[in-house]
């Protein structure tokens, strides 16, 4: 089993800033992937940006700029930093993590953290 544990969310007002966290733990053997989602009421999940274990990033074109994800120290942990934030940004952001048990390939998601972005 692998579980992901996100937090940095909350609310903000328009320009501001917010870094989000994520740490994965439990069985894992390679990490393929760690990647960040959101989910705006009444809209799909859409990947908002993601890294590999070589380090290469992608980024949704809405946030390409603004957004920057990053691997932490730790192992198994990834940061997003968000600046410049709008209201359109408002979301339900989930950490997703993709690897291997050794034995067995996993997806793995969060349980979600809000942003909110208002004045």
């Known amino acids: 089993q692998v579980q992901l544990v996100e937090s940095g969310g909350g609310l903000v007002q328009p320009g501001e800033s917010l870094r989000l966290s994520c740490a994965a733990s439990g069985s894992i053997f390679t990490m393929y992937s760690m990647n960040w989602y959101r989910q705006a009421p009444g809209k799909q999940r859409e990947l908002v940006a993601a890294?590999?274990?070589?380090?290469?990033?992608n980024y949704a074109g809405s946030v390409k700029g603004r957004f920057t994800i990053s691997r932490g120290n730790a192992k198994n942990t990834v940061y997003l930093q968000m600046n410049s934030l709008s209201p359109q940004d408002t979301a339900v952001y989930y950490c997703?993590?993709?690897?291997?048990?050794?034995?067995?390939?996993?997806?793995?998601w969060g349980q979600g953290t809000q942003v909110t972005v208002s004045s």
């Open positions: 997703n993590a993709r690897g291997s048990t050794g034995g067995t390939h996993f997806a793995a």
């Open positions: 890294i590999t274990s070589g380090g290469s990033t």
